[in-house]
């Protein structure tokens, strides 16, 4: 499966949702879909999950996607059993494994091949964890995964897509924080609960 | 309460009072009793409970981001471990992480910058280094700095620090 392929599945059935892109997958997920409810997480090791959790815990009427990379993830590997003790029911976690460093020389993550992340998250106590390493298939699961309630984890077995610009200075600005609050706080003017 | 100790409830209050609605913490031996263990019977906070400091400062980033007002609990050595995630989330992309950090060890009544703890000695030297608002209690005088310093943080989108410079009693 595609990297991109595997976002654009997801992108399909996005809805309102928020979503928040790690490193080369939020590089992707900025191509495929610009969009004022991205939030890109990048420099601070591993922290996308746990910023998908914060978002989730404080607006529990959105969902909340995080697209993970599996070195990343590696890097924050507590925030599973985080996220499990926590459980938020709008929180859908998709790690995006490539087995590389990629955003620093493509070195290997340890344990390239053999670690099962599925059954990771499963043994930290998230339920609904599962793997994928056919786009057909994740494709059509997609629209059942995102009808699940929360927490939910999925591990793609992926390759790099067509590339994306690597405009880190554009995803890491503090204006995209800006910009995705007053997204979030405009629709709730707008919808108020 | 032993005089040497902070009055935990006096501290949820304050932390009322600025209007935090989430904890997320990983236990401190220094607020453990005082604070973390009233936190987690009671109903005042939602508490998320946490396997490693810096996941908090993004769980109180998103939170923020949300709309919802968090502070994290933590020690000086769970603050020193999460340095990277404080400079790139705290810091650089300006959001109000409260961070309410204890310090083990610091001997009561003394400057943390005097402290005969290596690593209490630091702390306010890396926060002024950060560029964070900080300030030490040791008694009801700083407790009650604590609501207007987390006003101020998320009012102008920036972290702040509340070091406990003595043990915090129930």
């Not at chain 1, 999950?49 to 996607?65: D, I, Q, T």
């Not at chain 1, 507590?78 to 020389?105: D, K, M, Q, W």
């Not at chain 2, 005097?114 to 000695?121: A, I």
């Amino acid at each position: 499966m595609r990297r991109d392929d595997g976002i654009a599945a997801i992108l399909r059935h996005r809805g309102n949702a928020a979503i928040i892109g790690v490193y080369n997958t939020g590089l992707d997920l900025r191509r495929l879909s610009p969009a004022p409810l991205n939030l890109y997480s990048s420099g601070a090791m591993g922290q996308g999950s746990s910023w998908g959790l914060g978002l989730a815990l404080g607006m529990p009427e959105r969902k909340v996607l995080v697209l993970d990379g599996d070195g990343s993830l590696l890097m924050n590997l507590g925030s599973l059993v985080t996220i499990a003790n926590a459980a938020p029911r709008n929180l859908y976690h998709f790690v995006f494994e490539n087995g590389c460093y990629e955003a620093n020389g493509s070195h290997p993550i340890p344990a390239q091949g053999r670690i099962d992340f599925a059954a990771v998250a499963r043994g930290a106590g998230i339920h609904y964890s599962f793997a994928f390493d056919e786009l057909a298939h994740f494709a059509d699961e997609v629209p059942r995964i995102l009808a699940l309630e929360g927490p939910v984890f999925a591990a793609l077995k992926v390759v790099p897509g067509d590339p994306s610009p690597q405009d880190y200075a554009f995803v890491n600005a503090v204006e995209r924080v800006r910009e995705f609050k007053r997204a979030i706080e405009a629709e709730r003017r707008a919808k108020p609960a | 309460m032993a005089e040497a100790s902070l009055a935990g409830p006096d501290i949820i209050a304050a932390l009322k009072k600025a209007g935090i609605e989430f904890i997320a913490a990983v236990p401190d031996i220094v607020t453990s009793q005082g604070l973390l263990w009233p936190i987690a019977r009671g109903r005042e906070f939602r508490l998320v409970r946490l396997c490693k400091e810096d996941e908090g400062v993004s769980v109180c980033a998103g939170l923020a981001v949300a709309g919802k007002r968090a502070a994290l609990l933590i020690q000086h050595t769970g603050f020193l471990d999460s340095l990277n995630a404080i400079r790139g989330i705290a810091c650089e992309l300006g959001q109000p992480v409260c961070l309410l950090v204890g310090l083990l060890a610091k001997e009561p009544g003394v400057a943390p910058t005097q402290s005969s703890s290596f690593g209490v000695r630091i702390v306010e030297p890396i926060l002024d280094a950060l560029g964070i608002e900080h300030f030490c209690i040791e008694g009801p005088r700083e407790i009650a700095m604590l609501p207007g310093a987390i006003d101020r943080a998320y009012a102008q989108s920036r972290p702040t620090a509340a070091l406990f410079g003595r043990t915090v009693a129930p």
